[in-house]
């Protein structure tokens, strides 16, 4: 127990969840067992850092509705946000390999964005996650 307290104090903004996880884990399963849970980082942790943040989800939503879209496009689709936040986390999908980013050398230039096949596998995760949320707050 005193590891699960290190964990949630000091891992990082999911170790809680993370925590829970492994909590639960150890009350099922013999310690020795799940020695090594700790040793790795959590996959539900990584995944939610990958796709985590304000922009992320509705960007990869806006994506998947178009198929293809360019800049601007995805832009003025998303209320709220800057150029420097649209850019950053475009950048941000893109290195985790979950956006691909296309250039045009045509004139005038320009760039289209779609998913790659790995952010297409995260889809209907994605879909339980809203109708979740859905069930859990009806009126939002």
């Known amino acids: 127990m005193v590891l699960l307290y290190f964990i949630k104090k000091h891992y990082n903004k999911y170790a809680h969840f993370c925590a829970l996880v492994l909590e639960e884990m150890l009350m099922k399963e013999p310690l020795k067992k799940t020695q090594h849970v ?6 539900v942790t990584r995944a939610l850092e990958v796709i985590g943040g304000k ?3 509705p960007i ?5 509705a178009a198929k293809s879209i360019r800049y601007n496009e995805l832009k003025r689709s998303i209320p709220g946000i800057t ?7 475009l950048q941000s999908l893109e290195e985790h390999g ?11 230039p320009h760039v289209e964005y779609s998913l790659t096949d790995a952010c297409q ?3 209907p995760a ?13 009126r939002h």
């Open 38 to 43: 700790c040793s790795e980082m959590c996959p």
């Open 55 to 57: 922009w992320k989800l």
């Open 60 to 64: 990869i939503w806006k994506i998947s």
């Open 83 to 89: 150029n420097i936040m649209l850019t950053r986390s």
């Open 98 to 108: 979950l956006v691909k980013r296309i250039e045009y050398n045509k004139i005038p």
């Open 121 to 123: 596998d995260l889809l």
């Open 126 to 138: 994605l879909v339980i996650i809203n109708e979740w949320g859905k069930k859990v707050w009806p």
